[in-house]
């Protein structure tokens, strides 16, 4: 079966510190993976994915992930982190074409805090 | 969240009233999704749509029902057999079933 983990339900981290939002997933085939940011009562933002090539995907506002096969863990990252990071972070991986479409499957979401 | 609207914002619906939220994209994306959320479960898939008037069940469609007659357009009923309707609901579209989705702002729906 097709599954995400986010291991932490809450990152805190001070201002300029650099940052890291865990995600492990399962799925049959080549992962397609995606991170996503929500903020208070807004929809979700995309902020990158990692369909092949290199290991290392940059996205949006400095975020960037790394994707690890044999760990098969995509671990968001940002080397300094700014106050207005502070959000909700999805990890979510691609099912399969034949299991509802390819439908994403979303992590439980990891509330990450990053104090001044 | 541009290029999607949902709409109203915030709904209040007393129990056994069925409910329909609006969702438009101007993107030209030929796929679109309902999706429920609550605090601490991630977003679980309702309903999706990969083409105009044909949709499928998601992961828990029970209660819901969806249309989709016109590209834009994927309006969600919540019906009264819904067994707890108040959630935060997100509607998204992509390209292509598998491709990265964008969502829309999202409606808050009470149940009173």
């Known amino acids: 079966a097709q599954s995400v983990a986010q291991p932490e339900d809450q990152v805190n981290v001070a201002e300029g510190n650099p940052l890291t939002v865990k995600c492990t997933y399962s799925?049959?085939?080549?992962?397609?993976l995606f991170w996503y940011v929500q903020y208070p009562n807004r929809g979700l933002q995309f902020l990158l994915k990692y369909i092949t090539g290199d290991n290392l995907v940059k996205g949006s506002y400095g975020f960037e992930a790394e994707f690890n096969k044999s760990q098969t863990s995509f671990h968001l990252k940002k080397p300094s982190a700014l106050v207005s990071d502070s959000a909700l972070y999805f990890c979510a991986v691609r099912a399969p074409i034949y299991n509802q479409g390819g439908k994403l499957i979303f992590g439980q979401g990891t509330e990450l805090s990053v104090k001044p | 969240d541009g290029g999607i609207t949902q709409s109203p914002k915030y709904l209040f619906r007393k129990e056994g009233q069925n409910v329909t939220l609006s969702c438009e994209q101007n993107?030209?994306?030929?796929?679109m999704y309902w999706y429920r959320q609550d605090p601490g479960q991630g977003l679980r898939l309702i309903y999706y749509s990969q083409i105009v008037n044909d949709f499928q069940k998601g992961d828990i469609a029970e209660g819901y029902s969806v249309s989709r007659e016109k590209k834009e357009s994927f309006p969600l009923t919540v019906t009264s057999a819904q067994k707890n309707p108040t959630a935060f609901y997100l509607c998204a579209s992509s390209t292509g079933s598998g491709y990265e989705q964008f969502f829309g702002p999202g409606t808050r729906l009470t149940v009173l």
């Open positions: 799925v049959s085939g080549n992962p397609y």
């Open positions: 993107l030209n994306h030929d796929a």
